[in-house]
């Protein structure tokens, strides 16, 4: 069974453009979720997506990210536009059932972002 | 809010060596705790968890204890080979609103095993 796959695994973009990431997730998990590692600082959350609905977006940094998940498989998070603050690692994971009680979830292995 | 402080690395051991990665969370009610690994190369992945107090999580070597009293969950391997060098990330789950939850982690530790 494949995992959770993210694309791309590395993108270096200048300042102003715009990057989507994409994320595939475990299939049959309904939920998905992104989460980001900016360097040198504790792995956060970002959202949370249930099939196709933003379950908690809670940890969105700010209205230049937007996430989707049209269908209820794959995601997508756009920045638009990048800012030298985003540089770091997006992970995405996915899990048949939520996090309360100690559910697994399964992580990606991260797209890496740098925007120059 | 729900918070997880682990030791600072970088942590460089010989094979062999005693392993211990301490780690101590802030948390509201109970949350259930975890310990992740990031291998060069790869993802995150599950390494052990606990979701009650005095539950032991174990898995390839290493255990964790969940300390409800201590408010701790460090981590701990006998004897560390070449290939667990990796970083190393301690996560609770708690509630991040009405019924959402989500996963805290600390800051992660960067372990080096030399032969």
């Known amino acids: 069974e494949a995992g959770v796959t993210q694309f791309p695994s590395h993108s270096v973009i200048e300042k102003g453009q715009t990057v989507t990431l994409r994320c595939d997730p475990i299939s049959g998990h309904d939920n998905l979720y992104w989460y980001r590692r900016v360097m040198g600082k504790e792995i956060k959350f970002l959202l949370h997506f249930v099939k196709e609905s933003k379950q908690d977006e809670s940890g969105m940094p700010n209205n230049r990210f937007l996430a989707e998940r049209t269908g209820g498989t794959y995601s997508t998070l756009k920045v638009q536009p990048a800012e030298l603050e985003d540089s770091g690692v997006y992970f995405c994971a996915s899990s048949p059932m939520g996090i309360g009680a100690g559910n697994t979830i399964y992580f990606g292995e991260g797209s890496w972002l740098t925007v120059v | 809010g729900d918070s997880v402080t682990q030791m600072e690395g970088p942590v460089t051991l010989s094979e062999e060596a005693f392993l211990t990665i301490n780690c101590t969370y802030t948390?509201?009610?109970?949350?259930?705790l975890f310990w992740y690994v990031q291998y060069p190369g790869e993802g995150l992945q599950l390494l052990l968890k606990a979701t009650k107090a005095d539950d032991k999580g174990s898995n390839k070597g290493f255990e964790a204890t969940y300390r409800k009293e201590t408010t701790s969950f460090h981590l701990e391997k006998g004897s560390v080979q070449v290939s667990d060098s990796a970083v190393y990330f301690c996560?609770?789950?708690?509630?991040?609103?009405?019924?959402?939850?989500?996963?805290?982690f600390g800051k992660g530790t960067l372990l080096t095993v030399n032969p």
């Open positions: 996560a609770l789950s708690g509630r991040s609103g009405g019924s959402n939850y989500k996963l805290t």
């Open positions: 948390a509201t009610g109970y949350p259930s």
